[in-house]
């Protein structure tokens, strides 16, 4: 959420920087809002004055012997207190309404950030490794599943329904590998602190990403509950510390969490039907950062080199890209996407965002830290990335790791969370 105060002192660089997103915001409503409320305060605040100025009063005639006097002022004193509560109900509406209003800006881009509308005008950043050059037409990762027997699309559209997944044997042996193969890195090697958050989190907590209330068609509600089954980690381990104030040595906090993720796809009919690019139920693993202002971008980058490590152990081509203001999540100021190279495609595809949301998401869900120096209480910044979405890994290995006899050879790093299988054959 952006600061109200900032958006008023700044207002010309927020319309700005929001239309760079191709955001409309109607910002007549905004001041429309903010003037009510303020009206309503100043209201409040002069009847508070008068109230405690004729309560004191009514001593003083008491004292005097005044009493019929004191009486009358006492009267005239609980129909202001009438008055009072009365406008801060109206208040307390006016400041939710305000307050809703907030919620549905986006957040504004870092200045490094290139402008544009589409994917389109995303800038690569750098590429990492080389494609391999088959010498046979390279199958894509559902035939390879199928033939192998360790994907089925279909016993488990047929179990739920479409975009669900069921994995096989060494199919299940290696999605679960992958698993622990990215939390050893990330706590072992990373120094992040593995946490295994609840698979749900309530309204506040999706308030705090930025998720609500905006895209709730995005999400899969509990009926009859306030739990919403998460779409990534960074729901439930972003909100570890809502409401908290941290210390400024503690910072930053390196969090990582494996979470099944669940999505409803909403709008995107149509788009990637194919396997499992995009599912409803997917894991992942998922990298948290709270950093001081100061060195968030530091972090930032220190965050996606830390995901991209995983690839590069893995031995996946892939590349990184600088998202566009027209291509950013709602909540970011800057995004790196790191995309694999799926062979049957001839592209790369996304397998890891990460972003810096500054302090958006820690004024959302109150997340400060008190400075050593003893100063007031700021705001963190929060940070997270994939590291990796683990599907998707698994179809840059089926793909890039085939083989002319349909087998796949399994990446060395995974062969001791695998057994010591080697290859995946029939």
């Known amino acids: 959420m952006l600061d109200s105060k900032y958006i008023e002192e700044n207002m010309d660089k927020v319309r700005g920087k929001l239309a760079e997103r191709g955001a409309e915001i109607d910002f007549e409503e905004f001041w429309a809002l903010d003037r009510g409320r303020k009206e309503i ?11 405690n100025i004729g309560s004191k009063k009514v001593g003083e005639l008491r004292r005097e012997g005044k009493k019929e006097e004191a ?14 509560k009365e406008l801060g109900e109206l208040r307390a509406r006016a400041e939710e309404a305000f307050r809703n209003f907030l919620l549905t800006i986006p957040n504004i881009s870092h200045d490094s950030v290139p402008v544009g509308g589409s994917d389109a005008d995303n800038v690569e950043i750098r590429k990492w490794g080389e494609p391999k050059d088959f010498d046979f037409e390279p199958k894509d990762h559902v035939e390879i ?35 622990n193969f990215m939390l050893d890195l990330h706590t072992n090697e990373h120094g992040y602190t593995e946490v295994l958050p609840p698979f749900m989190a309530n309204t506040d907590s999706f308030i705090g990403t930025g998720n609500l209330p905006k895209f709730e068609e995005d999400l899969f509600k509990i009926e009859g509950t306030d739990f919403y089954l998460v779409p990534t980690a960074e729901v439930p381990v972003t909100n570890i510390h809502r409401d908290e104030i941290l210390k400024e040595d503690e910072l930053p906090i390196k969090y990582v969490a494996y979470t099944p993720c669940f999505r409803s796809e909403a709008g995107s009919y149509g788009k ?23 060195s968030s971008y530091e972090e930032h980058e220190s965050l996606t080199e830390n995901a991209a490590r995983v690839l590069e152990l893995l031995g996946l081509p892939y590349r990184v890209v600088l998202l566009c203001t027209g291509d950013m999540g709602f909540s970011s100021a800057k995004t790196y996407d790191l995309e694999v190279w799926v062979p049957s495609e001839n592209t790369f595809r996304e ?31 929060t940070l997270n990335g994939s590291g990796l979405a683990v599907g ?10 085939q083989e002319a ?5 399994v990446p060395e790093v995974l062969v001791p969370y695998m057994g010591g299988v080697t290859k995946i054959s029939n």
């Open 145 to 179: 599943g199928k033939d192998l027997d360790i994907l089925d699309l279909d016993r488990a559209a047929k179990i739920t329904g479409a975009r669900f997944a069921l994995y096989k044997g060494l199919g299940a042996r290696l999605e679960r590998a992958l698993i």
């Open 351 to 381: 397998i890891s965002s990460c972003s810096n949301f500054e302090d958006f998401q820690a004024r959302r869900a109150s997340i400060r830290y008190r400075p050593k120096d003893g100063s007031k209480v700021k705001l963190v910044h």
């Open 405 to 409: 006899d349909g087998s796949v050879t």
């Open 272 to 294: 990637d039907v194919r396997g499992i690019i995009r599912q409803h139920q997917f894991n992942k693993v998922e990298l948290v950062k709270f950093s001081n202002p100061d």
């Open 71 to 84: 009486q009358e002022l006492q009267e005239e004193m609980k129909r202001t207190s009438v008055q009072i």
């Open 392 to 401: 998707r890994t698994v179809i840059g290995i089926l793909e890039n790791f």
């Open 41 to 51: 305060i100043k209201k409040v605040e002069k009847l508070e004055r008068e109230r």
